[in-house]
């Protein structure tokens, strides 16, 4: 990502400023934090924040500690480095104050409720008070259209996935544990040159392909039951998410039904796709499938959601929450039927929406002509 | 762990509502919620809750959806598990209704501002009004000190995690990139059976290891320069942490210097660490002899802190805030300074405070004797 990107996000945040009831912008979520930054540095725990962004109309500041300064100097050369030696609390209302800050944006989804009561304690001692408003996703709104660069890194993770799920496949065969593939599936993330995996490789077989969340056990995979794979790498800093059920040997009729089920809803609601759609809607288009063949009991989850430099952020695509799609957006189709103990199927694309529908990037394999 | 730990620790959790200003316990800190319920999800995102635990005199309830309720079932069989279909917000109140919750305590440090304020809204509508009132780390107090099966859980990983190290080294030569050498640290870390790494190992050589909190990179290693390997891995969901630093051949003078300061500060440290000591004062001690070593400007964070189901929790062994330590207790000792652009040292055994003093679970391996 080129240093300019940065300096015009930045750039675009602070027009924001001019019909904002705020005047200065806290960012404390990381990867808000590097879209607007460059600094790559995650939070270690959720309650330990490796630094925080102050923007205002003329500065930029990025607030952190003696362990990261270096980090963050050599990531942010737009930013000014600010170390602070006594936290967040104590160093804050003295930054605001040098600033003039008037009116504090604060991320209200990732700040902790202690640490807000904290703060505005403080704040509010200041002799010229401080208050804090909540930001409401105004950057993971920016987040949402993907800018030419970030699709290009999105489809490299992609690519990548696709080629290492092609090598692990050829080599799959019954005995084989769920572990032991997720390993090699890491293994060539790391030799293929991704930052990392994008989340904990999900290798699901048998009754596991029934919990959409497995996390790979020492089962051993069997012939004629389903194998989920729901994989991503990340490059850049950007995630690929794609999911491929196979089968070895020949499955019963009714995982053959399911298969089948899956795909047809997947491939409706791909169809739906395009700027100015609602993101409900091919949500209810699965939906509506799966109810139809009898398994509207067995999709819990929503059909998909937004992908960037998280696994998951906006849009939606579930049944509710409508949101206009929009040309730029990535998303994941993602539909799946589980019944426990028989076991699941989940197919899932990553596809960019473009002005005349969609470009899958995650390669639209498909596997099976049940 | 056996399942009857965790019913011990919901029944000593029960005890202390009859003297609290709450009647209902509502968990939504993941290694708080694995300590009370054996439940081994993890939340994907901050924002992103795999569940939590609603826990009174009479009942205890495991609320989570449709992705976690099998794994839900299978691991937490004193819990009845709840599926939520549209959220904690709008399940959240009605649970509480049939549980006739008066008061509800939470985990301050772990709810986001915006989650407590759509839950107070909700919360305040009901005909028998809902209170929310602070846990103030109640849990995580429970959690400071470790019984049997914890300490061996965090020995084991010790144990493997020194083991990988003897054989990483023995293989280290110049030419090597911090990133493979992580990546052979976590190969082995996997085949020995971890369940995964407590934490992303830091591997820094050169200037690299001036950051206390390096991500490996493309760089090779050299002779005569500063590699420090922070590394851990987590079995039976507890960690280890530990902290090496190696040079190949001999390092310059100041380079022996600060080895023998930080080992000299760390031993002094051990020294004091023991039953009814404040946590304050082997970091004191530690400050002192490398502040008298001329090199005080440098050794920037605290000296240790607990480490159990998180790499970080309580206590903190800094300058401030200072707690009696007790048997039981696990904690890591991890002076360091570092010199940008020259490098660092640092060196970190954990150890479990026992009545005579203390053990190290790490090893206490000492390379050097310059």
Known sequence: MKKSFFRGRVTRLRETLDHANFDTVWITQPENRRYLSGFKAEDGQLTESSGSLLITKSAS???TDSRYVTQAKSESVDFEVITLKNGLVKGLPELLVRLGTKCLGFEENYLTWE???ELTGRLRKLSHPVRLVTLKGLV?????VKDRDEVKAMEAASNLM???LARVFMKLKPGLTEKQIAWQIEGLAREGG???LAFPSIVA???NSALPHAVPTDRKIRRKEPITFDVGVRIDGYCCDMTRTLFIGE???KLK???KTVRKAQLAALVDIQPGVDSTKPDSTAREIIRQAGFGDYFGHSLGHGVGLATHERPRLGPDKPVKLKEGMVVTVEPGIYIPPLGGVRLEEMVVIIKSGLRVLTGDDHFYDF
Chains 1, 2 share one sequence.
């Open 257 to 259: 039904t399911i298969y």
């Open 194 to 196: 991704a930052d990392s």
């Open 251 to 253: 499955p019963s009729a």
């Open 162 to 164: 696709s080629d290492i």
């Open 140 to 144: 993971e709104g920016h987040r949402e």
């Open 61 to 63: 500041l990025l607030v």
């Open 115 to 117: 640490l807000h009561r």
């Open 205 to 207: 077989s048998g009754p």
